[in-house]
Protein backbone atom coordinates (compact mmCIF):
# COMPACT_ATOMS: atom_id res chain seq x y z
CA UNK A 1 0.00 0.00 0.00
CA UNK A 2 3.11 2.44 0.52
CA UNK A 3 4.38 1.69 -2.76
CA UNK A 4 1.04 2.50 -4.66
CA UNK A 5 0.52 5.76 -2.58
CA UNK A 6 3.98 6.45 -3.86
CA UNK A 7 2.90 5.60 -7.26
CA UNK A 8 -0.04 8.07 -7.09
CA UNK A 9 1.44 10.50 -5.37
CA UNK A 10 4.18 10.51 -7.85
CA UNK A 11 1.58 10.20 -10.72
CA UNK A 12 -0.50 13.14 -9.78
CA UNK A 13 2.69 15.50 -9.32
CA UNK A 14 4.14 14.35 -12.66
CA UNK A 15 4.76 17.40 -15.00
CA UNK A 16 3.41 15.93 -17.89
CA UNK A 17 6.66 15.13 -19.54
CA UNK A 18 7.65 18.76 -19.65
CA UNK A 19 4.88 20.29 -21.29
CA UNK A 20 3.72 22.99 -19.32
CA UNK A 21 7.47 24.10 -19.14
CA UNK A 22 7.32 23.65 -23.22
CA UNK A 23 3.97 25.26 -23.64
CA UNK A 24 5.19 28.49 -21.36
CA UNK A 25 8.57 28.84 -22.81
CA UNK A 26 7.15 28.41 -26.08
CA UNK A 27 4.32 30.91 -25.84
CA UNK A 28 1.06 28.16 -26.35
CA UNK A 29 3.63 26.28 -28.56
CA UNK A 30 4.32 29.10 -31.28
CA UNK A 31 7.55 30.38 -31.05
CA UNK A 32 8.39 34.04 -32.43
CA UNK A 33 11.26 32.52 -35.09
CA UNK A 34 9.04 32.00 -38.16
CA UNK A 35 9.26 28.27 -39.42
CA UNK A 36 12.10 27.42 -37.45
CA UNK A 37 9.92 27.10 -34.11
CA UNK A 38 7.41 24.68 -36.21
CA UNK A 39 8.83 21.86 -35.34
CA UNK A 40 10.70 20.90 -32.32
CA UNK A 41 13.92 21.61 -32.05
CA UNK A 42 17.19 20.33 -30.77
CA UNK A 43 16.35 22.14 -26.90
CA UNK A 44 13.83 20.94 -26.75
CA UNK A 45 14.16 17.11 -27.83
CA UNK A 46 16.93 17.30 -25.10
CA UNK A 47 14.31 18.45 -22.92
CA UNK A 48 12.27 15.46 -23.19
CA UNK A 49 15.27 13.17 -23.47
CA UNK A 50 16.33 14.17 -20.19
CA UNK A 51 13.12 14.03 -18.63
CA UNK A 52 12.03 10.52 -19.77
CA UNK A 53 15.24 9.48 -18.39
CA UNK A 54 14.41 11.23 -15.03
CA UNK A 55 11.71 9.19 -15.18
CA UNK A 56 12.78 6.09 -16.10
CA UNK A 57 14.84 6.08 -13.33
CA UNK A 58 12.05 6.69 -10.61
CA UNK A 59 10.55 3.40 -11.93
CA UNK A 60 13.88 1.62 -11.40
CA UNK A 61 14.08 3.28 -7.91
CA UNK A 62 10.75 2.22 -7.51
CA UNK A 63 11.70 -1.38 -9.17
CA UNK A 64 14.29 -1.31 -6.46
CA UNK A 65 12.12 -0.14 -3.91
CA UNK A 66 9.80 -2.70 -4.46
CA UNK A 67 12.03 -6.03 -4.36
CA UNK A 68 13.92 -4.52 -0.71
CA UNK A 69 10.45 -4.67 0.30
CA UNK A 70 9.79 -7.53 -0.84
CA UNK A 71 13.43 -8.93 1.02
CA UNK A 72 12.53 -7.52 3.95
CA UNK A 73 8.65 -9.07 4.09
CA UNK A 74 10.25 -12.29 3.26
CA UNK A 75 13.00 -12.01 6.08
CA UNK A 76 10.04 -11.25 8.05
CA UNK A 77 8.19 -13.99 7.39
CA UNK A 78 11.24 -16.28 7.94
CA UNK A 79 12.13 -14.84 11.33
CA UNK A 80 8.04 -15.29 11.85
CA UNK A 81 8.66 -18.71 10.77
CA UNK A 82 11.64 -19.66 13.15
CA UNK A 83 9.98 -18.10 16.08
CA UNK A 84 6.78 -20.64 15.19
CA UNK A 85 8.74 -22.99 15.05
CA UNK A 86 10.80 -22.75 18.41
CA UNK A 87 7.15 -22.51 20.01
CA UNK A 88 5.62 -24.93 17.92
CA UNK A 89 7.81 -27.19 16.49
CA UNK A 90 5.68 -29.87 15.22
CA UNK A 91 3.29 -27.37 14.10
CA UNK A 92 5.28 -25.43 12.60
CA UNK A 93 7.14 -28.18 10.87
CA UNK A 94 4.22 -29.73 9.10
CA UNK A 95 2.59 -25.93 8.26
CA UNK A 96 5.62 -25.23 7.10
CA UNK A 97 5.79 -28.63 4.78
CA UNK A 98 2.76 -27.73 3.27
CA UNK A 99 1.43 -24.02 3.65
CA UNK A 100 4.34 -21.87 3.97
CA UNK A 101 5.68 -21.89 0.19
CA UNK A 102 2.69 -21.40 -1.76
CA UNK A 103 1.76 -18.93 0.61
CA UNK A 104 5.09 -16.96 -0.07
CA UNK A 105 4.84 -17.52 -3.80
CA UNK A 106 1.59 -16.34 -4.31
CA UNK A 107 2.15 -12.98 -2.46
CA UNK A 108 5.08 -12.48 -4.21
CA UNK A 109 3.72 -13.45 -7.62
CA UNK A 110 0.44 -11.28 -6.56
CA UNK A 111 2.66 -8.25 -5.56
CA UNK A 112 4.74 -8.42 -8.71
CA UNK A 113 1.75 -8.36 -11.41
CA UNK A 114 -0.13 -5.83 -9.23
CA UNK A 115 3.04 -3.50 -9.52
CA UNK A 116 3.43 -4.39 -13.22
CA UNK A 117 -0.39 -2.88 -13.80
CA UNK A 118 0.18 0.14 -12.25
CA UNK A 119 3.44 0.66 -14.04
CA UNK A 120 1.71 -0.05 -17.24
CA UNK A 121 -1.35 2.12 -16.39
CA UNK A 122 1.17 5.22 -15.07
CA UNK A 123 3.19 4.53 -18.91
CA UNK A 124 -0.23 4.35 -20.70
CA UNK A 125 -1.39 8.22 -18.70
CA UNK A 126 1.76 9.68 -19.37
CA UNK A 127 1.97 8.26 -23.16
CA UNK A 128 -1.48 10.04 -24.06
CA UNK A 129 -0.94 12.93 -22.20
CA UNK A 130 2.43 13.42 -23.89
CA UNK A 131 0.27 12.27 -27.47
CA UNK A 132 -2.56 15.30 -26.32
CA UNK A 133 0.32 17.75 -25.85
CA UNK A 134 1.83 17.06 -29.33
CA UNK A 135 -0.99 17.22 -31.16
CA UNK A 136 -2.27 20.68 -29.58
CA UNK A 137 0.99 21.72 -29.96
CA UNK A 138 1.27 20.86 -33.93
CA UNK A 139 -2.54 22.58 -34.39
CA UNK A 140 -1.25 25.72 -32.91
CA UNK A 141 2.41 25.71 -35.35
CA UNK A 142 -0.52 24.29 -38.39
CA UNK A 143 -2.55 27.21 -37.39
CA UNK A 144 0.70 29.52 -37.40
CA UNK A 145 1.72 28.38 -40.74
CA UNK A 146 -1.54 28.55 -42.68
CA UNK A 147 -1.73 32.41 -40.90
CA UNK A 148 1.78 32.94 -42.62
CA UNK A 149 1.04 31.66 -45.73
CA UNK A 150 -2.07 33.14 -46.19
CA UNK A 151 -0.81 36.73 -45.45
CA UNK A 152 2.17 36.35 -47.50
CA UNK A 153 0.24 34.72 -50.36
CA UNK A 154 -2.38 38.01 -50.24
CA UNK A 155 0.57 40.19 -50.23
CA UNK A 156 1.67 38.10 -53.43
CA UNK A 157 -1.94 38.68 -55.09
CA UNK A 158 -1.98 42.70 -54.19
CA UNK A 159 1.13 43.14 -56.33
CA UNK A 160 0.05 40.70 -59.21
CA UNK A 161 -3.55 42.99 -59.26
CA UNK A 162 -0.85 46.06 -59.52
CA UNK A 163 1.18 44.72 -62.19
CA UNK A 164 -1.74 43.50 -64.00
CA UNK A 165 -3.76 47.19 -63.52
CA UNK A 166 0.16 48.98 -64.86
CA UNK A 167 0.37 46.70 -67.75
CA UNK A 168 -3.17 47.44 -68.83
CA UNK A 169 -2.72 51.17 -68.50
CA UNK A 170 0.45 50.58 -70.38
CA UNK A 171 -1.40 48.51 -73.09
CA UNK A 172 -4.03 51.39 -73.32
CA UNK A 173 -1.49 53.76 -73.94
CA UNK A 174 0.34 51.88 -76.37
CA UNK A 175 -3.41 51.22 -78.36
CA UNK A 176 -3.52 55.39 -77.82
CA UNK A 177 -0.36 55.76 -79.53
CA UNK A 178 -0.78 53.06 -82.39
CA UNK A 179 -4.00 54.82 -83.33
CA UNK A 180 -2.25 58.96 -83.25
CA UNK A 181 0.00 56.60 -85.63
CA UNK A 182 -2.01 55.85 -88.07
CA UNK A 183 -4.08 58.94 -87.74
CA UNK A 184 -0.83 60.51 -88.77
CA UNK A 185 -0.12 57.86 -91.26
CA UNK A 186 -3.53 58.56 -93.00
CA UNK A 187 -2.51 62.19 -92.99
CA UNK A 188 1.02 61.91 -94.32
CA UNK A 189 -0.49 59.52 -97.40
CA UNK A 190 -3.48 62.12 -97.89
CA UNK A 191 -0.28 64.98 -97.81
CA UNK A 192 1.65 62.90 -100.44
CA UNK A 193 -1.43 61.60 -102.40
CA UNK A 194 -1.52 65.48 -102.74
CA UNK A 195 2.04 66.44 -103.59
CA UNK A 196 1.42 63.61 -106.59
CA UNK A 197 -1.51 64.99 -107.96
CA UNK A 198 0.21 68.61 -107.79
CA UNK A 199 3.80 67.21 -108.98
CA UNK A 200 1.86 65.98 -112.09
CA UNK A 201 -0.27 68.99 -112.67
CA UNK A 202 3.09 70.57 -112.74
CA UNK A 203 3.97 68.06 -115.23
CA UNK A 204 1.22 69.13 -117.81
CA UNK A 205 1.80 72.55 -117.10
CA UNK A 206 5.46 72.24 -117.86
CA UNK A 207 4.22 70.43 -120.61
CA UNK A 208 1.92 73.02 -122.17
CA UNK A 209 4.18 75.77 -121.47
CA UNK A 210 6.73 74.25 -123.67
CA UNK A 211 4.59 73.19 -126.65
CA UNK A 212 3.54 77.08 -126.61
CA UNK A 213 7.23 78.49 -125.79
CA UNK A 214 9.66 79.16 -128.74
CA UNK A 215 13.03 78.35 -128.78
CA UNK A 216 12.97 76.08 -125.58
CA UNK A 217 12.02 78.69 -123.56
CA UNK A 218 9.29 78.87 -121.22
CA UNK A 219 6.87 82.50 -120.60
CA UNK A 220 5.59 83.38 -117.52
CA UNK A 221 1.74 82.89 -119.27
CA UNK A 222 1.42 78.90 -118.14
CA UNK A 223 3.14 79.72 -114.68
CA UNK A 224 0.97 82.37 -114.03
CA UNK A 225 -1.86 80.66 -115.68
CA UNK A 226 -1.33 77.82 -112.50
CA UNK A 227 0.04 80.62 -110.19
CA UNK A 228 -2.39 81.99 -107.53
CA UNK A 229 -1.18 85.96 -107.61
CA UNK A 230 -3.98 86.93 -109.59
CA UNK A 231 -1.66 90.16 -110.56
CA UNK A 232 1.07 88.55 -111.76
CA UNK A 233 -1.15 86.86 -114.05
CA UNK A 234 -2.96 89.74 -115.10
CA UNK A 235 1.04 91.07 -116.12
CA UNK A 236 2.36 89.17 -117.92
CA UNK A 237 -1.15 88.53 -119.96
CA UNK A 238 -0.89 92.59 -120.80
CA UNK A 239 2.84 91.58 -121.67
CA UNK A 240 1.73 89.04 -123.86
CA UNK A 241 -0.78 91.05 -125.12
CA UNK A 242 1.36 94.22 -125.89
CA UNK A 243 3.83 91.70 -127.85
CA UNK A 244 1.02 90.39 -130.15
CA UNK A 245 0.21 93.41 -130.87
CA UNK A 246 3.30 94.36 -132.00
CA UNK A 247 3.64 91.88 -133.83
CA UNK A 248 0.84 92.49 -136.16
CA UNK A 249 1.12 96.58 -136.54
CA UNK A 250 4.81 96.27 -137.59
CA UNK A 251 6.54 94.68 -140.60
CA UNK A 252 8.73 92.15 -141.03
CA UNK A 253 11.33 93.96 -140.05
CA UNK A 254 9.73 95.02 -136.96
CA UNK A 255 8.66 91.69 -136.45
CA UNK A 256 12.04 90.47 -136.60
CA UNK A 257 12.82 93.33 -133.71
CA UNK A 258 9.83 92.45 -131.78
CA UNK A 259 10.69 88.50 -131.66
CA UNK A 260 14.07 89.50 -130.42
CA UNK A 261 12.65 91.92 -127.78
CA UNK A 262 10.37 89.20 -126.97
CA UNK A 263 12.74 86.75 -126.59
CA UNK A 264 15.01 88.71 -124.65
CA UNK A 265 11.78 89.39 -122.18
CA UNK A 266 11.57 86.03 -121.45
CA UNK A 267 14.70 85.43 -121.49
CA UNK A 268 14.59 88.13 -118.71
CA UNK A 269 11.81 86.50 -117.11
CA UNK A 270 13.37 83.42 -116.81
CA UNK A 271 16.12 84.68 -115.28
CA UNK A 272 16.63 83.74 -111.41
CA UNK A 273 14.77 86.54 -108.93
CA UNK A 274 17.49 85.95 -106.88
CA UNK A 275 20.74 86.59 -108.39
CA UNK A 276 19.60 87.97 -111.96
CA UNK A 277 22.27 85.82 -113.82
CA UNK A 278 21.16 82.28 -113.56
CA UNK A 279 18.41 80.58 -115.03
CA UNK A 280 15.25 79.74 -112.99
CA UNK A 281 14.69 75.64 -112.31
CA UNK A 282 13.47 75.95 -108.94
CA UNK A 283 9.25 76.09 -108.76
CA UNK A 284 8.30 76.96 -105.50
CA UNK A 285 4.85 75.70 -103.72
CA UNK A 286 2.22 76.44 -103.26
CA UNK A 287 2.12 79.84 -105.97
CA UNK A 288 3.72 77.13 -108.25
CA UNK A 289 6.35 80.40 -109.36
CA UNK A 290 9.70 79.60 -111.46
CA UNK A 291 11.15 81.98 -110.14
CA UNK A 292 14.62 80.73 -108.44
CA UNK A 293 17.51 78.84 -109.54
CA UNK A 294 19.20 75.95 -107.51
CA UNK A 295 21.84 78.02 -105.42
CA UNK A 296 19.30 80.60 -104.58
CA UNK A 297 16.78 78.41 -103.58
CA UNK A 298 17.65 77.60 -100.28
CA UNK A 299 18.78 81.03 -98.88
CA UNK A 300 14.72 81.90 -99.98
CA UNK A 301 11.98 81.88 -97.76
CA UNK A 302 9.12 83.61 -99.90
CA UNK A 303 8.91 83.72 -103.11
CA UNK A 304 10.34 86.75 -105.02
CA UNK A 305 7.26 87.02 -107.03
CA UNK A 306 4.49 87.08 -104.96
CA UNK A 307 6.15 87.24 -101.47
CA UNK A 308 4.15 84.07 -100.58
CA UNK A 309 5.86 81.75 -97.79
CA UNK A 310 7.69 79.01 -99.27
CA UNK A 311 6.91 75.89 -97.95
CA UNK A 312 8.47 73.49 -100.34
CA UNK A 313 10.32 73.80 -103.29
CA UNK A 314 10.55 70.57 -106.83
CA UNK A 315 13.06 71.04 -109.02
CA UNK A 316 11.83 71.54 -112.65
CA UNK A 317 13.57 69.62 -115.25
CA UNK A 318 13.46 71.80 -118.52
CA UNK A 319 14.88 69.61 -122.10
Not at 63 to 77: A, M, P, S, V
Not at 82 to 94: F, L
Not at 196 to 209: K, P
Request: proline share 2%; with cysteine; net charge negative.
Amino acid sequence: MAIQAQLYSENHGFPMFGSQDLIMDNGCGVGLGGFNHFSFDLQQKQQLQLQQQQQLQRLQQMQNQQQRNQQNLFLDNGSFIASTMKNNPITTTNNNNSHLPMLHSQSITSQFEKQRQEIDQYLRLQNERLRLVLQEQRKQQLAVVLKRIESKTLFLLRQKDEEIAQAANRTMELEDFLRRLEAENQAWQRVAQENEAMVVSLNNALEQVKERTPFGFFNNEAEDAESCCDVNMEKDEELIQEVVQEETEENRGVLEVCELEKQRKLMMMMVCKGCNSRSSCMLFLPCRHLCSCETCEPLLDCCPVCTKAKKASIEALIF
